[in-house]
């Protein structure tokens, strides 16, 4: 597996972590008519304000970042992009998409959207490396 392959399982696993920070204030008072609903889990959730509810769109965020980065690493690996260019720009859209989620919990906007544009622009560069 090369090192871009493993950035994409490490993409897809950041909207699970988003969920998990999204949900960990909750499981400590489950059961409790305030603790996290695991019989209605996205009720529950649009319910959450603050650093939850912004974790929770990080979540929604990343999955819609999913689909074009996945195609351009295939993409480029199958055009026989050099292998280390697919390789940095992989773990790039992967370091910006960690910070983003980062800076979206911290309710950093305007520093959240530049490192957005980072791991798109790194997604996008991937189609044109070959």
Request: proline share 3%; aromatic share 10%; with cysteine.
């Amino acid at each position: 597996m090369t090192l871009a392959n493993t950035a994409i399982l490490i993409a897809c696993l950041l909207p699970i972590v988003c969920a998990l920070l999204a949900k960990a204030k909750g499981f400590s008072r489950m059961g409790r008519s305030d603790g996290y609903d695991n019989n209605n889990p996205r009720a529950w959730l649009a319910k959450q304000s603050g650093w939850q509810a912004r974790a929770n769109a990080a979540q929604a965020n990343s999955f819609e970042a999913l689909p074009l980065f996945i195609a351009g690493v295939l993409v480029a690996q199958q055009m026989h992009a050099p292998q280390e260019l697919v390789n940095n720009l992989a773990l790039g859209f992967v370091a910006a998409r960690v910070v983003y989620i980062g800076l979206y919990v911290a309710n950093l906007a305007t520093l959240r959207s530049l490192v957005w544009g980072a791991g798109l622009a790194c997604s996008v560069a991937l189609f044109f490396i070959a």
